[in-house]
């Protein structure tokens, strides 16, 4: 089974292509140094997205450690790309609309006595948050998904009262090495955050008992604009 004990942090690197001006024609005359840029080429940066530091919605090492939790890395950015998609959830072993719409994200890895609990958190262009969780419920209907890298046969869903984030729990089993997990995927804004709990010292029941108990945790650090 490929699930890391700890993620390699990398830092989150966002490339930009400058828009390049069309050569002239033949006999033409140079381009004004004055002349303003093309229409085309200031709409694409204005609707660009500028990426921002994302860890600041996962909650510190003081929160984690007053809901009996301690991180294993303090800052790990996403790196995005084509080589790197980010999927906090993939659905089915199939790519769903919002996933290339990421252009965002952080991780982070926390461990308790029981389990250990890994975050990745995405944010979108074009989608809501809330749009990718209620998405996720609907593509989740076919029993199976892509964990960390690991296939999950969905088995139950939960939600966690007195959280109001729109969101999205659901357990079951990896089907490489037999053990119980448990995903809480939350919505906030333009941002997803999937929050899994695995590991041999717990069953489906008791991971599911971790993620209600630390929710209120990770819902606080989220939910800031």
Known sequence: MRIPLAVTGLVLLLAGCAAEAPAAAPGSAPPSSSAP???????????????????????????????GARRQRDRLPYVVGANTPLRIVRACDADQPWDSAAYNGAQAISVTDKAQVQQLLAQYQGYSGEQVVSGLGKALDCGKAVVEGEQLAVKTRFSVPGVADPQLGFCGQFRAVRVAGCVLVLAHGDRALAVTSIGW????????????????TFAAAFDQE
């Open 37 to 67: 840029a093309s229409s085309s080429a200031s709409a694409s940066a204005s609707s660009a997205p500028v990426a921002k530091d994302l860890t600041k919605y996962l909650p510190s090492e003081e929160q984690l450690s007053a809901a």
């Open 201 to 216: 010292r717990a069953n489906a029941a008791e991971h599911q008992a971790e993620l209600k108990r630390l929710a209120p």
